[in-house]
Nanobody
Framework: QVQLVESGGGLVQAGGSLRLSCAASGRTFSTNTMGWFRQAPGKTREFVAAISWTGGSTYYANSVKGRFTISRDNAKTSVYLQMNSLKSEDTAVYYC??????????????????WGQGTQVTVSS
């Protein structure tokens, strides 16, 4: 099993920045890709960004490309999402997820095996 705990969410004005963290523990050696997803009220969960543990390859949704940056530490213990130039449409619960799959990028929720509890990000306009 892999445990994921997100932190760093909060309320920020449009144009501001937030940095989300995801602490990973347990059998992290079994995972290959880490991802961030978000879900706004009344909407389906959508892909935001992914990073491979090995090599650090990254992939972003078009809606966040150039504004968000995903990163990880080499010990497979933490993943981060730096969010800049935030917009009201970025408001959502953000989830960290881990995939044991070998394909990269994995951008559908079904491709991930473990999930955190989520952290709320609210952007006021």
């Amino acid at each position: 099993q892999v445990q994921l705990v997100e932190s760093g969410g909060g309320l920020v004005q449009a144009g501001g920045s937030l940095r989300l963290s995801c602490a990973a523990s347990g059998r992290t050696f079994s995972t290959n890709t880490m991802g961030w997803f978000r879900q706004a009220p009344g909407k389906t969960r959508e892909f935001v960004a992914a990073i491979s543990w090995t090599g650090g390859s990254t992939y972003y949704a078009n809606s966040v490309k150039g504004r968000f940056t995903i990163s990880r530490d080499n010990a497979k213990t933490s993943v981060y999402l730096q969010m800049n130039s935030l917009k009201s449409e970025d408001t959502a619960v953000y989830y960290c997820a881990a995939s044991t799959g070998v394909l990269f990028p994995t951008i559908t929720p079904a491709g991930y095996d473990y999930w955190g509890q989520g952290t709320q990000v609210t952007v006021s306009s």
